[in-house]
């Protein structure tokens, strides 16, 4: 059912097709942002300033139906790296958290497995050169090193801990080799710690200059991972400002210079946006535009394909909504293989990345490779052409199935996660605000406490008006619930719910007192973390870009 490659009728231009057949196997950059809403782009219609965004999608296809499976970095980016749902992940960190046989819990739980079934090992083992650069952010089980030189975060500078630092940078390259990598340089494991906090796009981007400059002449892949956007705003202009010398190899003692720090200032004045709320866009943008340029200068452009996503969404991170949460900007231009300047409403989800890549690359799976997305491909030749009936999304207890009409979402607590709310008041609110719940940024909602969801996506983009109780949707919700049945039951030993019974899940009606409790802990006056979720982005976020999230409701699905 969720497949559908068998498209009749499919016409497009002669040359596109001598292009997409004649082509080698192309170059793969798949370039992720952190914590990116589609309000934050141009190319959305948001009011920002991203010209390298805008000249990507008048060279490929935007994508408006794009989904993460999950929304905060960990199990979002473990999918990128594999193809495979978190719940799929066979890591021994998500074992140790969550046992055979019982319910997964999907958010920082996850690593790539020892077996290296991702998608740096594959392509390198067909002839790719495999790069990583930036940040990365999934776990895994290898060891490499001296352990010794772990960072305590958020302690004062010192020369012997700036040292320390450096060459703990160069043995993650190691570790991300060990992982399938080729090619490994400037990397964040995860997120910046003080004393070493500050964005520094330009460390970063002058890796993935070397590294497509040393392998122009062979296939490759780079997995480039920018820090921006996260943190609030004032977080990159202070960075951009103040910071030219920090990086994740410590500070260093010139700085880079290859960015023009100035006028990143300069043409947002220019252009009436304030630079504080808007520096991060562009000046992460600036850092797309330099790997373009770079493709172009070295004539490889025509056959790199240039993949640009957002990890997950940011002012609904950590739930399963779809404005600034499950949805994502995602724009692909290949020259030789994809018709330039068009728009496509059809249904993606990050599994479908890397099925993607192997498709192109000509990729026979390894045996015993788990793999849950599809390949995208026919979209590159029909904007119309259907891959996949419904999207699937897991976070924390929280699982949802979305169609482009419907979106169907459910919270179930494992027996677990109850008896211990049940004997601690502390971890009602921590289930409830924390990153990991299910619930989180999604809690400004008020049906986000509920067992069940209904939304119809075509009139309530903003999913405010719940249809679950209403009789007229039952034999939607049966077909919905079929869905995402059809999804849990793809993780072998995995139960959920009363969709799939068993070890530690439970159905809904069995913690009532759980939802009463968080219901009072959102309206307690002294509740630090009360109502609405914390907002990352300050007035960029209750400004601009929630103007748009109201104009996404009307506008984005008639863009040009």
């Known amino acids: 059912m969720i497949n559908k490659f068998i498209v009749s009728g499919i016409i497009i231009g002669a040359s596109l097709v001598a292009n997409a057949l004649a082509a080698e196997k192309p170059n793969i950059i798949f370039f992720i942002v952190d914590d990116y809403d589609k309000a934050e782009t141009s190319v959305y219609g948001g009011n920002v300033l991203t010209p390298s965004l805008d000249r990507l999608a008048k060279n490929g296809l935007t994508f408006n139906n794009a989904h993460m499976t999950s929304t905060v970095c960990t199990p979002s980016r473990y999918t990128c790296m594999t193809g495979r749902y978190a719940s799929s992940s066979y890591s021994d960190k998500l074992f140790a958290e969550c046992p055979k046989g019982t319910q997964t819990l999907p958010a920082f739980n996850v690593g790539l497995e020892p077996d290296n079934m991702n998608v740096a090992k594959v392509l390198a083992d067909h002839g790719y050169a495999t790069g990583m650069v930036g940040k990365f952010h999934v776990s895994g089980g290898h060891a490499v090193g001296d352990q010794d030189l772990n960072i305590p975060k958020n302690v004062p500078y010192t020369d012997g801990l700036n040292q320390k630092k450096y060459e703990r940078e160069k043995q993650d390259r190691e570790l991300l080799k060990s992982y399938g990598y080729t090619w490994a340089k400037n990397i964040y494991m995860d997120n910046m710690k003080a004393p070493f906090k500050g964005h520094n796009p330009e460390w970063t981007i002058s890796a993935a200059l070397e590294f497509v400059e040393e392998h122009k002449d062979q296939p490759f892949f780079l997995y480039y991972g920018t820090t921006l956007l996260h943190g609030p705003n004032k977080e990159w202009y202070n960075s951009l400002t103040e910071k030219e010398l920090v990086t994740a190899e410590g500070f260093l003692e010139k700085p880079i210079g290859i960015m023009d720090r100035e006028s990143v200032i300069t043409r947002l004045k220019e252009a009436g946006l304030d630079p504080v709320n808007n520096a991060g866009y562009l000046w992460m943008d600036d850092s797309l535009g330099m790997l373009l340029d770079k493709l172009e200068e070295l004539g490889i452009a025509d056959n790199t394909l240039v993949c640009f996503v957002a990890d997950h969404g940011s002012k609904r991170k950590g739930s399963l909504y779809t404005i600034d949460g499950t949805e994502v900007p995602c724009i692909i231009s290949w020259p030789a293989g994809i018709e330039k300047g068009v728009v496509t409403e059809e249904l993606i989800q990050n599994t479908d990345f890397v099925s993607t890549w192997f498709d192109l690359a000509g990729v026979e799976l390894p045996e015993g490779y788990k793999m849950d997305g599809v390949s995208m491909t026919p979209l590159f030749k029909d904007r119309n052409a259907p891959v996949r009936d419904y999207v699937f999304n897991e976070m924390g207890a929280s699982r949802a199935v979305k169609t482009k ?33 299910g619930i989180s940024r999604g809690r400004d909602n008020p049906n ?24 007229k949707y039952a034999g939607t919700i049966e077909e919905l619930r079929a869905m995402l049945k059809e999804e849990l039951l793809k993780f072998e030993g995995r139960p959920y719910g009363e969709f799939v019974p068993g070890g530690n899940a439970q159905g809904p009606g069995t913690f009532d007192d759980i939802l009463e409790k968080m219901k009072k802990c959102m309206e307690d006056p002294s509740s630090k973390k009360r109502k609405k979720a914390k907002n990352p982005r300050g007035s960029r976020r209750t400004g601009q870009g929630a103007s748009y999230s109201r104009a996404l409701i009307d506008k984005e699905r008639h863009l040009l």
């Open 405 to 437: 009409e419907w979106s169907y979402m459910t919270l179930r607590f494992t027996t677990d996660q109850v008896e211990e709310m049940r004997k601690n008041e502390r971890a009602i609110e921590k289930t409830l605000t924390g990153l990991s719940g």
């Open 448 to 471: 986000a406490l509920s067992y069940h969801q209904l939304y119809n996506l075509k009139k309530d983009r903003a999913e405010t008006n719940n249809l679950v109780d209403n009789p």
